[in-house]
């Protein structure tokens, strides 16, 4: 049996408007165990211990023709802006080279990840900097298009998630692509490491678009933090001198404490060409 891990990944440049976006890796996990069955019909996948089907366990194991047991543990809460997709297909793909004995090369993992997000609908640009983010750990900023990592950057800081009790908007794409400027003026500022200028930009952004209250932004302001909504939300993310907002955040929903992680979820094969200089 082969075991892989992925990080969760916050905001600070979502991609959806100009294709270029900007995500840090946060200390929650999904982790993923898979062994081949040869006399199975099809494959067998557990998420928590419960038996459901996963379409993309069957999308995956449809390109080499093996059936497997698949089991699914995650940390990360679902349908909530935290990359728990990219971070289920990262762990799924690393554990799949793993039980081949092949490579673990990051840029084939991200961007067959990519490709199948992609393909199956599951997300509208491909999510390549929420997947770098989650294989990779620490903060990068990319080309989604061209699935490149534009920076790589490492920060040892304590992070907060803010999940609140409001649910998930539809997302517009005609809505998110107006007046760009905001999301355009973010990429250039996650480039120069200004985290909180870029995180802030983009929010003010897409919580018009998306339609999400921007007060739990507002009130984090006059803290030493960086913080935004976490991908098409619903949830919040802030990292920094984050203690007192803690308690201001609790306010507005739960609130889990964690940090970024900066160290990559696997021994990888980390290539040049993954980077565009």
Not at 73 to 91: D, K, W, Y
Not at 98 to 109: M, Q, R
Not at 190 to 195: E, S, V
Request: aromatic share 8%.
């Amino acid at each position: 049996m082969a075991e892989a891990k992925a990080y969760a990944a916050g905001t600070i440049v979502n991609a959806l408007a100009t294709n270029s976006g900007s995500a840090f890796a946060l200390d929650l996990t999904t982790n993923v165990r898979l062994r081949f069955e040869d006399e199975l019909k099809e494959n067998v996948v557990y998420e928590d211990g419960k038996e459901v089907k996963n379409v993309i366990v069957d999308r995956v194991l449809t390109t080499i023709n093996k059936k497997a047991v698949v089991e699914v543990e995650s940390q990360i809460p679902r349908q909530s802006g935290l990359g728990s997709s990219s971070a289920f297909m990262n762990a799924l793909i690393t554990a799949l080279f793993k039980e081949l004995k092949e490579e673990l090369n990051a840029h084939t993992i991200l961007t067959t990840n990519a490709r199948i997000s992609l393909e199956m609908g599951i997300s509208y640009t491909g999510a390549f900097d929420d997947a770098s983010a989650s294989l990779l750990g620490g903060i990068v900023v990319t080309n989604n298009s061209k699935m490149k990592i534009l920076k790589w950057d490492k920060k040892r800081a304590e992070a907060l998630i803010l999940l609140p009790p409001w649910q998930r908007n539809e997302v517009l794409m005609g809505e998110i692509k107006k007046d760009v400027e905001f999301v355009e003026k973010a990429v250039r500022e996650a480039l120069d490491g200004k985290y909180k200028d870029a995180m802030l930009h983009n929010s003010l952004h897409y919580c018009s678009a998306l339609r999400y209250p921007i007060e739990p932004l507002n009130v984090a302001l006059s803290y030493d933090v960086a913080a935004g909504l976490a991908g098409n939300g619903p949830c919040y993310v802030a990292f920094g001198e984050v203690s007192e907002l803690y308690g201001i955040w609790k306010e507005f929903g739960d609130v889990i404490k964690t940090k970024i992680v900066n160290e990559p979820a696997d021994n990888l094969i980390i290539p040049e060409y993954l980077f565009d200089k």
